[in-house]
């Protein structure tokens, strides 16, 4: 959500430089198609517990709670939100997949597994803390693109093969499912960004390269694909918020 990889913002301040928040995130994408106020919070590598709950450490500052920052804005309409890939070790799983000779293995499969089981915990807490926010904001949960297509071809990276990209889908299926099911547990959005004909190595590719700043990360051209998924969702009406408490299923 902070853009990681694109151009910086035209006068960052040194907690965006810290945060490597862009010019081209989809905050400042949907700020300039609706002409309106938009707080950028998101932070590189933050998590729900050092990033949204408690402070993170990143590139030598302390960068503050995003969620207590967050409870203290006035009139806060709509709150986007994008998390889970941190916690995942999303990226790192995939790099690692697309240099070993298969990763479909029982060792990658267990931490995969575990991963997902201490996120969707610390997840259900967050959207807890979301839907007691001031004036009930809509809120919006942002599913993880697809970043692979399942028949990829990329020259000069013959570690990128179907099988690979078959069992990556497989489970960001997966995950994207603990996203949606939460967010409709508390009656908020999810919103699933296609990516679909511009993964890696495609002619126009939404998806920053193995070799560039924020590998396997949104370009610019992927950022405005997020905003006009969330741009779809909020020409929607909102659903209806659960009068009960929802909890996580085991997996």
């Known amino acids: 959500a902070a853009g990681a990889g694109n151009p910086p913002?035209?006068?960052?301040?040194?907690?965006?430089?810290?945060?490597?928040?862009?010019?081209?995130?989809?905050?400042?994408?949907?700020?300039?198609v609706n002409n309106s106020t938009v707080v950028n919070l998101a932070c590189t590598n933050a998590s729900i517990e050092a990033g949204l709950f408690g402070p993170e450490l990143i590139?030598?500052?302390?960068?503050?709670?995003?969620?207590?920052?967050?409870?203290g804005v006035q009139n806060v309409k709509t709150v986007?939100?994008?998390i889970g890939a941190n916690e995942m070790h999303w990226t790192q799983l995939m790099e690692l997949c697309l240099v070993a000779p298969q990763c479909d293995d029982s060792a990658s499969a267990a931490w995969f597994s575990q991963a997902l089981d201490s996120f969707t915990l610390d997840y259900y807490d967050l959207l807890q803390r979301l839907a007691a926010l001031p004036g009930s904001p809509r809120v919006i949960v942002n599913e993880y693109y697809d970043p692979l297509p399942a028949q990829p071809v990329c020259t000069g990276e013959p570690g990128v093969t179907a099988a690979k990209s078959a069992v990556l889908l497989s489970r960001l299926t997966t995950f994207n499912s603990v996203l949606a099911d939460g967010a409709a547990s508390f009656g908020f959005d999810a919103v699933a960004p296609s990516f679909a004909g511009h993964e890696l190595c495609t002619p126009q590719s939404f998806?920053?390269?193995?070799?560039?700043a924020a590998p396997l990360h949104p370009n610019a051209a992927g950022e405005i694909a997020i905003a006009l998924a969330d741009e779809e969702a909020l020409l929607n009406p909102e659903p209806p918020r659960p009068t009960s408490a929802a909890t996580p299923t085991p997996s």
């Open 9 to 32: 913002l035209a006068h960052p301040s040194a907690e965006d430089t810290a945060c490597r928040r862009s010019q081209d995130s989809y905050a400042a994408d949907i700020a300039a």
């Open 59 to 71: 590139n030598g500052m302390l960068v503050p709670s995003q969620l207590s920052r967050l409870e």
């Open 80 to 82: 986007i939100v994008s």
């Open 207 to 212: 998806v920053q390269g193995l070799s560039d």
